[in-house]
């Protein structure tokens, strides 16, 4: 299965996305204390979130951007 190059942009923003949030959590994790704590669910759900709708939004593009092209 060959990917098209938006494709191969958004899989690389992924991963880069993916693991600097992922240090993020950890790092809230490791120094925060208590309550504190609670703070590390932002980043995890926003190194899921960002890019599913960054995937989402190019994939709609690109599928637009077909249409058009056909009439």
């Known amino acids: 299965m060959k990917l098209e190059l938006w494709q191969k942009?958004?899989?690389l923003f992924t991963v880069i996305w993916v693991v600097v949030s992922g240090l993020?959590?950890?790092?809230i994790y490791a120094f925060a204390?208590?309550?504190?704590?609670?703070?590390v669910w932002r980043p995890i759900l926003l190194?899921?979130?960002v890019p599913?709708?960054?995937y989402g939004a190019a994939w709609a593009?690109?599928?637009f951007k077909k249409r058009k092209k056909a009439t």
């Open 33 to 39: 204390e208590g309550l504190e704590r609670a703070k």
């Open 52 to 54: 599913l709708a960054v």
């Open 47 to 49: 190194g899921i979130g």
């Open 24 to 27: 993020n959590a950890v790092t």
């Open 61 to 63: 593009w690109q599928r």
């Open 9 to 11: 942009l958004c899989l």
